[in-house]
């Protein structure tokens, strides 16, 4: 924990643990005595490192150990693994996706369907929020038609913390012929998935949120068993069967496991804390993770509805109630929340401000605690009726 901190922000980037601490300082001891010796000599080979954190995380996600994979970044695997899903054909050319979705996710959406031809305008389709923080399930089935090719969705909505109902979207989907995947990056580490169970194509993470990676850390893919026969879409050398990585053929013949959609050289350094902070998770095991997460968010939204609904006060849940339905942070709207948010940093409480008016509080199982969550509503209690975020500029700093 920070010194002098509550620390509620670990669904942007989680704390560093000792254990990552620990395998960070052995990697690069490595790298100082094994030199490029590292790529197979090193206690976990950096060669197959992608692979061997891949099928530790695979544990944590419901998914077979070949399935996962460690890999460049949230944004490039959408890239990586959409290409590779969306195949346009006759009428079905649309990819239905969430209007509440991260930007990111859209950006590469849009970019996708214009490289290939397709007018954003017209081909990305977003599922509307009834209420501008939750979407229904009923109303992205709805969408679901014949002239969709690719569904693709987040398991739980940044802002708002709302956890979509992956099984029945998959079943839906599939009922329909149509591939999907999910963006997972907020509830890998929060909340337990079964995705080979529920039989969902493709999905991507980061591991810089829950799972403790450190800033930037290298995120993974995963990749239903079903599809290792096709073709990445974006290849790269280190995509290819190991042990013919390095007969250096211009012909490209990529790993049958998710491992085949790696691109580039995997980043030693930001995967090297991951050794450790994965440990932690495997140790208390994502039943146990999830039960405190929930423990925690749910006294969090009691506290809201008793302590910070009421006038002059003026907070209200924008995270659903039902546990099925909730991730693992909580969203608080109010009209000032972004002086709200940083009248909480000036006093050490770290939570994140997202436009336009939520204040978002991510209470981590491994770290955090009921006391840090009465402390927080004591001070935004404190923070309203003394007016003290009244002395906070109007403007967003550059990232809140
Ligand atoms: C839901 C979601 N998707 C995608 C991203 C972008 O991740 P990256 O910077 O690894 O591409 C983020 C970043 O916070 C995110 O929260």
Request: contains cysteine; hydrophobic residues 40%; neutral net charge.
């Amino acid at each position: 924990m920070p010194p002098g901190k509550i620390y509620l922000d670990g669904n942007s980037l989680g704390l560093l643990s000792r254990d990552a601490e620990a395998t960070l300082k052995q990697t690069l001891h490595a790298w100082r005595d094994l030199a490029i010796g590292g790529w197979l000599e090193a206690e976990r080979p950096w060669f197959t490192l992608a692979e061997t954190l891949g099928a530790r995380c695979a544990a944590l996600v419901g998914a077979r150990p070949d399935e996962v994979v460690m890999s460049g970044t949230t944004t490039v695997n959408i890239h990586a693994l959409v290409h590779t899903f969306y195949r346009p054909e006759g009428r079905r050319t649309r990819i239905l996706a969430g209007g509440l979705d991260f930007p990111s996710d859209i950006y590469a959406l849009k970019s996708i369907l214009r490289l290939r031809g397709f007018d954003p305008d017209e081909h990305l389709v977003l599922a509307p929020s009834r209420n501008g923080h939750t979407l229904g399930e009923d109303d992205i089935v709805r969408l679901m038609d014949d002239r969709t090719a690719l569904v693709f969705l987040p398991s739980v909505l940044y802002r708002s913390g709302q956890l979509l109902n992956m099984e029945l979207l998959t079943r839906r989907a599939r009922e329909r012929g149509i591939p999907i995947g999910f963006d997972c990056a907020h509830s890998v580490g929060a909340v337990p998935h079964e995705l080979s169970k529920w039989g969902v194509d493709f999905a991507v993470w980061c591991s810089y949120k829950y799972l403790s990676g450190g800033p930037g850390s290298t995120a993974f893919l995963y990749l239903n068993r079903a599809h290792f026969d096709r073709e990445p879409a974006l290849a790269g050398w280190f995509g290819s069967i190991k042990e013919k990585q390095f007969d250096m053929s211009l012909d490209f013949e990529p790993a049958r496991s998710a491992g085949g959609w790696q691109i580039s050289s995997p980043s030693i350094l930001s995967a090297a804390p991951l050794i450790g902070a994965l440990g932690i998770f495997e140790e208390a095991g994502m039943t146990a993770v999830r039960k405190k997460s929930l423990a925690l968010t749910h006294f969090l939204m009691e506290m809201a509805d008793d302590l910070l609904a009421p006038e002059p006060f003026g907070f209200s849940v924008a995270t659903p109630r039902q546990d099925e339905s909730r991730g693992g942070h909580v969203a608080l709207a109010h009209p000032e929340a972004m002086r709200i948010s940083e009248a909480l940093r000036a006093r050490g409480v770290v939570p994140d401000f997202r436009p336009p008016d939520i204040v978002r509080i991510a209470p981590v199982a491994l770290y955090n605690t009921h006391t840090e969550l009465w402390r927080l509503v004591a001070h935004l209690r404190d923070i309203v009726t003394s007016r003290e975020y009244e002395k906070f500029p109007t403007q967003r700093p550059p990232i809140s």
